[in-house]
């Protein structure tokens, strides 16, 4: 079965630091997101992308928060300049538009020290 | 502002019994509702989804019913399974996957056990 990948499970950067969470998102989807779930806290949408530009972004989509699709299969997140309340699970997600929701990524912890 | 809320943070369940899991929201235009399945250290699952012009949809064990009035959905699992132990978040979007407003909103999540 198709399924979405993402890279590093687990990433820890100090404070003040840029990172970049990558995604490959199941290669005949259009829509790509990212979502987060900070420790014990709901899964909070942060930002939606198609056609190569941003659709739709939430308030925590600062602009410390940027997306890109370098090269047609990744989808990246970066960050760039961590705080220590960015550390959550951070999960990738892409769909092709139909009515069967999103497919998840296994999610990336990053962890802000 | 939580525009979708589960109101019970778990439930237990006996196997073969009927799992219900209970969903309301507070924005009207909310068109497109979905549930979702997770299990620890993995991303959510979808489960079944409905839209607004529905009341019901069915899949297999897996019943969601929409009650558009009361801004409410349910869950409902038959037989329950020990496996179906996991969280479910209840989600909801102004329009379904693709369209201009696919911004899903999460609900905090219900953790089911089903015991065997």
């Known amino acids: 079965e198709p399924e979405v990948t993402q890279t590093p499970s687990h990433q820890v950067t100090q404070m003040g630091q840029e990172v970049i969470l990558r995604c490959v998102p199941i290669?005949?989807?259009?829509?790509f997101y990212w979502y987060r779930q900070i420790l014990g806290q709901k899964v909070e949408f942060l930002v939606s992308?198609?056609?190569?530009?941003?659709?739709?972004k939430s308030e925590i989509f600062d602009d410390q928060f940027s997306v890109e699709r370098p090269d047609g299969s990744n989808f990246t997140l970066k960050i760039r300049s961590t705080k220590l309340e960015d550390s959550a699970m951070y999960f990738c997600a892409s769909s092709g538009g139909t009515d069967y929701g999103y497919t998840f990524g296994s999610g990336t912890r990053l962890t802000v020290v | 502002d939580q525009q979708v809320k589960q109101n019970s943070p778990s439930l237990s369940v006996q196997e073969g019994r009927i799992s219900i899991l209970n969903c309301d929201y507070t924005?009207?235009?909310?068109?497109?509702f979905l549930w979702y399945k997770k299990y620890p250290a993995e991303g959510p699952t979808f489960l079944i989804s409905i839209s607004s012009i529905k009341d019901k949809n069915e899949d297999g064990r897996f019943t969601v019913f929409l009650n558009k009035s009361a801004k409410h959905l349910s869950l409902h699992i038959v037989p329950s399974q020990p496996g179906d132990s996991a969280v479910y978040f209840c989600?909801?979007?102004?329009?379904?996957?693709?369209?201009?407003?696919?911004?899903?909103?999460f609900g905090p999540g219900t953790s089911l056990s089903v015991i065997p």
């Open positions: 290669s005949n989807h259009l829509y």
């Open positions: 924005n009207s235009m909310f068109d497109y």
């Open positions: 989600a909801a979007s102004e329009g379904s996957p693709g369209t201009s407003y696919d911004k899903v909103i």
């Open positions: 992308f198609y056609n190569n530009e941003i659709s739709e």
